[in-house]
Every structure is written in C-alpha cells, then in structure tokens.
C-alpha cells in the first residue's frame, strides 16, 4: 500500500496504542501525528503532535524540568552579603557565636559544614546550649572562613549583645530569622556605633524582618541575578567591606518588592482560564507524514500524504491529503 | 486657520511588544510536546506559544526570556504574559513572572488630510528624513520621546514608542507640524 511498509507497520500499532491508551507517543521524525477536532484545530509539531486537551500527567510531578535548582530554606538559603570574618556576637548571656553568616553567594551548592569552623565555634568560651545550636546553625551558611583563627582572638573586636534573639526553637530553620536578625542587627550597630542593644531594638528588628520577607531572600546572583547590575557588582566587590549593610537593606526592599509581583502569579486563579476551548479533544485522528505545513496568522494549510485518518469512527486511507483551518 | 486642539485624533494601538522572563530554564521540547497551541521551532531554538483570550503569540527561548507580541494595550500585554506564564507552570516548570517590560508600542492614526512631504521634510531638516526611493513615508524622529512616526502622503502615520504615553505624546506633537504642511490648500 505504502512505500514505507515498515514505517507504517510501525505508525499503526503505534496507532493502536494512541487510541488505546490516550497516551502521547514519539515516532520516527518524519512521521506526524495529527489530532483532528470537529473544528480541525491543528497542533502540528516537526516530530509529534499533541491531542489538543489531553493533558499527559507523566510531567506532573517535576521539581527540576530543567529549572534551576530551588533553595529550600532551612538547609541552604543564601544571602548576598557577606559579613566579614572574624567577628564575634554574644549573647546578654554571654554566649559567643561567630557570624560570618550572612549568606555567601553560591549557586545552589551545599553550605559545607566547615569542620574548622565548627571545631573553632566549639572552641570558643562560654559555650553552652543555644550556642552549639548557633554554631551549627550558622555554619550551613558559612563558607570557609578566611580567618578562623582570628576569631578567638578577635572577640574584642565587635562585641554586640543581641537579647532576645531565637537560636534553640528551630535550628533546622532557624538559620533564616535569627541570621537575618544577626545581620540586621550587625548592620545597625555599625551604623550606629553602639555596642549594646536594647531589647526593644533587637525585638523592633525582628518584627521588622518577618519571616515572610525573610522567605524572600534568595540568591541573588547567577541564574537568578536581579535586573539591576549595579546592585550585584556592589554584592561581589563588598565582600568584607562594612559598606554593603545599607545597600543590602536596600536591597531587601527591592527583593520584597520582586516577591510580591511575583507571587501572585502562583495563586494563579485569574491568570488562568485557558481550558475553556480546550474541550473538545475527540478521538478523530490523522496519522500520516507532511509534505507542508504552512501558517499565516490564523490560517492553517496542510499537506499531508501516505496516511490514514480515523474519523467519526470510520478510518479512512490516503495517499494526499489537503486541509485548512483556522485557529 | 483652525487650531489643532479641536480634533480628535484616532489613535488605535495596534500592537504593543513585551518582555519578561522566568528565571528558570525551559526546555523547549517538553514545551512543544505538551502545551497547547505551540510551535516548536528547533532550527531557531524556541517555542512559540499563542494565546486566544488576549489574542498574544509569544517566543520561548530556553533561557527563560519570553517575548510577547500582539497585544492591543499595556494591560493586555501584561495579563496575557501572565498567562502565559501560568501555562508554562502548569506544564511543570518553576517559573517566576520578573522583569515584565513594555519594549515597543506601535499605533496608528488617520489624519483627516493629505501630507506634502517634501514640504514637510523641508520645515523640519534635521529631524525629519524622506528618500522616495528606499521608504514612501518620511519618518521623524522625536528624541526625547524616543518616539518615532513615519508620515505618508495619504495623511496616515504610524507611531512607535516605548509606551503608550509616548505614543500619544508624539502625535499630539506632530500634528500641527503636519497641519502646517497638508495637501488641500486652495
């Protein structure tokens, strides 16, 4: 019947299969799958084409379509600024924690638990519950730090005392609200140059950075780099510099704003409403190789040959076939 | 002579281009096995995707940047990219709606007289342009508005601009230029 025989034989269990299990099947390249509706709404494709409305839920479940890979915030959230090494917090307690916290600009990669930053962490005096939990809080968002060494050594110089901060409820996730509140308040007392924080700041601070807005921060650079260059160069240049706190405060702002554009667009309950024509997926089906297939605007025209189409129940075999449609 | 302000010009935006992109990677090829209403492209490497509710037909690179044309207003422009956003979540990748940009308005408008344009080349040397032989309009350039309108003998013209406010800025702009110049003088 056909030249290709073999392509057919093929194209027909193939067939079979289609109307059978409803499922989406890649042939050979050459061969086109055709949907046919009563209203001959085309999808046509170079190698398949897909039934209109017949949504293949093999693809539901998929985390890394490509994308890029999400940061899930307890374990590994980054942030743009770094806060430079050596200094030391402490507690009204008088628990030492270092904070090299803020976020190092990686892509997505493992915060290494340093061993030499925890073993320094542990090094420290006055170590004692929240503290330990703090350390290993802290040091999924470290990277190696430059001067570990100088960390015992140096807790004379930027003692702050952070009342009231979070450490022992959550340390899984607390690495997000008490870093947060760690730089924040790190940046305001370099700007301010007070060595003790009343707890009325501190509680200030926290409420000022929910933790909704928290959940905002994400990585700022690579795959996901903001629209402003300036910003990230600054981000990078900054590195140890004291300079970044206003910019990265600033820049939180600019984060949250991105946020709250974005999100609506996961509710998703307006933007949707495309299925609506999209019901009338029959079992009317074309299978046959192209010849042409031509567009202009809305209109399409077809050139089909070697084929045979299944239509109203009915199959029905050709050599040429020629169709037109409007979309 | 009347003065311009008396009339009203119908300007009607016929297209209006927009950008934004996903963030995310997107791979074309599941796009065009699974959307609806695509056109896979691989020799140009993108998917086109067009939409019937805002009547918008957008290009899909795997990158994530989308262009998105055919939207009579800004408003359209924006919800149409959101919805096409939302069916590029719905087939499953983690898109995020950033960077949403108007890039180009483009508008027309049928002035109610015919144009002299080499007068009208002629009043406005610098700014305005005409070769008869590449192009039948003269086209003048507003820069401030970064708005450009090219001018045809029969009166119509065509304005493209950042937005529509330059759009419409420009044509006010330009008519009485144009007023000064028409064909139907005795």
């Not at chain 1, 693809?59 to 999400?70: D, H, L, Q």
């Not at chain 1, 700022?220 to 910019?247: I, R, W, Y």
């Not at chain 2, 959307?35 to 994530?64: C, F, H, Q």
Request: glycine share 6%; hydrophobic share 35%; proline share 5%.
């Amino acid at each position: 019947m056909f030249a290709d025989e073999g392509v057919e034989g093929r194209v027909l269990d193939s067939l079979r299969q289609v109307t059978v299990s409803q499922n989406m099947r890649l042939l050979s390249h050459f061969v086109c799958f055709v949907s046919v509706h009563l209203y001959l709404t085309f999808c046509c494709l170079f190698s398949v084409v897909i039934p209109a409305a017949q949504n293949v839920p093999s693809f539901s479940s998929k985390s890394s379509c490509g994308s890029v890979a999400t940061f899930s915030l307890p374990a590994g959230i980054t942030y743009p600024v770094q806060i430079p090494a050596g200094v030391t917090l402490q507690t009204a307690s008088g628990h030492f924690y270092k904070v090299n916290v803020p976020v190092m600009v990686t892509r997505g990669s493992q915060h290494v638990l340093n061993p030499a930053a925890v073993a320094r962490s542990s090094a420290l005096t006055h170590l004692s519950d929240p503290a330990p939990a703090a350390s290993v809080c802290e040091t999924p968002l470290n990277r190696q730090s430059a001067d570990g060494a100088s960390l015992a050594a140096s807790d004379a110089q930027s003692e702050f005392t952070l009342d009231g901060i979070e450490f022992s409820p959550q340390p899984a996730d607390m690495s997000t609200p008490p870093a947060q509140a760690l730089r924040s308040d790190y940046s305001r007392q370099q700007r301010e140059q007070s060595t003790a924080l009343p707890d009325l700041q501190t509680e200030a601070l926290q409420t000022e950075l929910k933790f909704k807005q928290l959940l905002d921060i994400t990585q700022l650079d690579g795959v996901a780099d903001s629209s402003s260059d300036t910003e990230e160069d600054g981000d990078d240049d900054d590195d140890l510099g004291l300079v970044g706190e206003k910019e990265f405060l600033g820049m939180i702002n600019e984060e949250e704003e991105l946020e709250e554009e974005e999100d609506p667009l996961n509710s998703g309950d307006d933007v949707s409403e495309q299925d609506i024509p999209e019901i009338f997926d029959t079992e009317n089906v074309i299978v046959c190789q192209y010849d042409k297939i031509h567009r202009s605007k809305n209109r399409w025209k077809f050139y089909l040959k070697d084929g045979v189409m299944s239509y109203g129940g009915k199959d029905y075999v050709f050599s040429k076939a020629v169709g037109e449609a409007e979309w | 002579m009347e003065p311009s302000n008396d009339v009203a010009l119908d300007i009607i935006v016929s297209n209006v281009v927009s950008v934004f992109r996903t963030r995310c990677h997107l791979n074309l090829r599941t796009i065009g096995l699974e959307g609806s209403n695509v056109i896979y492209k691989p020799e140009m490497g993108k998917v086109l995707m067009k939409l019937r509710k805002p009547r918008i037909t957008a290009s899909i690179w795997s990158s994530g940047k989308i262009i998105c044309t055919g939207a009579t207003s800004e408003e359209e422009a924006k919800l149409g990219a959101r919805r096409l956003a939302r069916c590029l979540q719905k087939i499953g990748f983690k898109v995020r709606f950033t960077d949403f940009k108007v890039v180009n308005v483009l508008a027309v408008c049928s002035l109610p007289f015919q144009i002299r344009l080499i007068e009208f080349t002629k009043n406005n040397r610098p700014i305005a342009s005409y070769e008869p032989e590449i192009h039948p309009a003269a086209s003048y350039r507003i820069k401030n508005l970064r708005s450009t309108v090219q001018v045809f003998s029969t009166g119509n013209i065509t304005v493209t601009g950042p937005n529509v406010q330059s759009v419409a800025s420009a044509v006010e702009q330009i008519y009485p230029l144009l007023f000064e110049c028409q064909k139907t003088r005795s």
